[in-house]
């Protein structure tokens, strides 16, 4: 896999690794969420870190999402528009530690998924760790975020699991296969 994905990394520009993940970072990571990652997730954060391509990157979403999601727009229309891709977290702190991402995400998305990546906007991309995601990548929208507190208002019941997926989209099966759906954004 190593060699195929770096061939991939040099169409997108080439690869910027900054703060490697450690094992210690990541065995504490796994211990946190009680859930080992995916192993080719592990090799490429242990290599690359908070990495970032040299051209802008984009990708395209398996799944329908909304305008908005990838336009910025408010148009609810359905679409299959390409999204930017920003960078992967790492185990720097900040806003470039993996760690603190999950952290800051924590009861935001679905606990079987964790934020691998941003956007550059805000939305995620997201590693399934669990159940029937585990292994898959997804795109996780912020500007359609289900709020726990208002679903409990409305319904008088706590917030069933699929609702925190109103705004999750599929973006590849495998993280080998997200890597394969990055390409140079056409003003590159």
Same mark, same amino acid.
């Given at each position: 896999m190593k060699r195929d994905i770096e061939k991939r990394f040099a169409l997108l520009g080439g690869i910027e690794a900054h703060d490697p993940m450690t094992e210690q970072e990541l065995v504490s990571i796994e211990t946190g969420l009680g859930e080992r990652l995916p192993d080719d997730f592990r090799e490429f954060s242990q290599t690359y870190g908070s990495a970032l391509f040299g051209e802008l990157v984009e990708f395209q979403l398996m799944e329908a999402s909304p305008v908005h999601a990838v @336009?910025?727009?408010? /148009?609810?229309? !359905?679409?299959? #528009? %390409?999204? &930017?891709?920003s960078h992967f977290y790492g185990s720097k702190t900040g806003n470039q530690s993996l760690a603190q991402a999950i952290e800051d995400l924590k009861g935001r998305m &679905? +606990? /079987?998924?964790? !934020?691998?990546?941003? +956007?550059?906007?805000?939305? @995620?991309?997201?590693?399934?760790?669990?159940? %029937?995601e585990r292994g898959k990548i997804f795109y996780w929208d912020h500007h359609n975020d289900p709020n726990e507190e208002e679903y409990l208002e409305?319904?008088? %019941?706590?917030? !069933? !699991? *699929?609702?925190?997926? @109103?705004?999750?989209?599929?973006?590849? *099966?495998?993280? #080998?296969?997200?890597?394969?759906?990055? *390409?140079?954004?056409? +003003?590159?």
């Open positions: @336009q910025g727009s408010l /148009t609810p229309a !359905p679409h299959y #528009e %390409k999204a &930017p891709f &679905p +606990d /079987t998924i964790i !934020p691998i990546a941003d +956007d550059g906007g805000g939305n @995620q991309i997201c590693l399934g760790i669990k159940g %029937k409305d319904y008088g %019941k706590p917030m !069933p !699991p *699929e609702v925190r997926f @109103q705004n999750v989209y599929l973006i590849a *099966e495998s993280f #080998e296969g997200f890597i394969r759906r990055l *390409e140079r954004h056409k +003003d590159a």
